[in-house]
């Protein structure tokens, strides 16, 4: 079952903060969050496990919430380095395979 | 090596024809997969290794694709008879183990099937 990702584009300015959530029907053993600029690989930000976790590093952290199946992903203080799409990736708990299945993705676009 | 590798980057082929798509991952990486992504989607998952087992392959579309792993290192996806519709970009990613760990990705590799 795939997470649903909100919202699907996000414009900021420099400076400014943003918020993308990523939310699934299904129980949650751990949660991924990548950003992949355009024509590159995804690359890793930070994975959180269930027991429910806030982790950071910079200006971009993350919770997870794992009564509620939902992970959010914070980016403060946004620089133009930032804009990419970012997308959840989530394991299932229970499932028997760690298999990580990917949201549609946020495009988050900052500009001067 | 210092990163996932994969080769080629781009292959164009006919419909019909068979491809096979390389991975070399991170060097003492026990965990590969595949992903193929399509443009504006999200990766969509095919199979993942632990070692030189599948241990899930659920993502495969169909039986015209098949991956291995013979050694616990490389692996090559294999695709036969291949059709317009497996156009999308071939991702390969490594973790240290599984559960726990991050993917670090290749750079793919660019199907079109003309």
């Known amino acids: 079952q795939q997470p649903v990702q909100s919202p699907q584009a996000v414009i900021l300015r420099e400076g400014e903060d943003a918020v993308i959530n990523c939310s699934s029907s299904?129980?949650?053993?751990?949660v991924h969050w990548y950003r992949q600029k355009h024509g590159e690989a995804p690359v890793f930000l930070m994975i959180?496990?269930?027991?429910?976790e806030q982790k950071g590093h910079d200006k971009i952290s993350a919770s997870f919430n794992e009564k509620k199946q939902q992970s959010s992903l914070y980016l403060t203080a946004s620089q133009l380095s930032y804009s990419g799409t970012y997308f959840c990736g989530t394991v299932n708990s229970g499932a028997g395979s760690y298999q990580l299945t990917f949201g549609k993705g946020t495009k988050l676009s900052v500009i001067p | 090596g210092a990163g996932v590798s994969q080769t080629p980057s781009n292959k164009v082929t006919e419909k019909g024809k068979y491809v096979e798509l390389r991975c070399d991952p991170i060097?003492?990486?026990?965990?590969l997969y595949w992903y193929r992504q399509s443009l504006g989607q999200g990766p969509e998952f095919l199979i993942y290794f632990q070692g030189t087992g599948a241990a899930d392959d659920s993502g495969l579309p169909n039986d015209r694709f098949f991956a291995v792993r013979p050694e616990g290192s490389v692996s090559t996806l294999k695709i036969q008879r291949t059709e317009r519709g497996d156009s999308a970009v071939y991702l390969c990613?490594?973790?240290?183990?599984?559960?726990?760990?991050?993917?670090?990705f290749g750079s793919g590799t660019r199907l079109t099937v003309v």
């Open positions: 060097s003492g990486h026990t965990a």
């Open positions: 299904k129980a949650l053993y751990s």
């Open positions: 959180l496990l269930k027991g429910g």
């Open positions: 990613a490594s973790s240290i183990g599984t559960g726990a760990y991050g993917y670090t």
